[in-house]
């Protein structure tokens, strides 16, 4: 992004964001599956059978769920950018889910 920005002259506003659960934005941090510590059994992975457990502790630190969903990440853009743009043309370019 910095190097697209210089070769537009800085004509043009570069904004990059977590999507909420990841990153510096509130890391959905697993504990019932281990994901992040080393005595994870599957790595770096959640096995299929521990979905239950890390959905139930994930709600019970944070209610429901639905803040952290695709639809809440796109809303969270549409509201960036009705509360920011300048009148110009927006272009979102993302890369993969989770990063926008």
């Known amino acids: 992004m910095v190097t697209l920005h210089a070769e537009l002259d800085g004509m043009v506003n570069v904004y990059t964001t977590d999507h909420r659960g990841t990153g510096r934005s509130t890391l959905l941090d697993c504990v019932a599956a281990q994901v992040t510590s080393t005595g994870s ?57 989770g990063t926008m």
Request: charged share 15%.
């Open 41 to 97: 059994p599957w790595n770096s992975t959640v096995d299929p059978s521990e979905v239950p457990a890390c959905a139930k502790d994930l709600q019970s630190k944070y209610g429901d769920l639905a803040s952290f969903s695709v639809t809440t990440a796109a809303t969270d853009i549409a509201t960036f950018i009705a509360k920011f743009t300048n009148g110009a043309d927006t272009i979102v370019y993302g890369v993969s889910y």
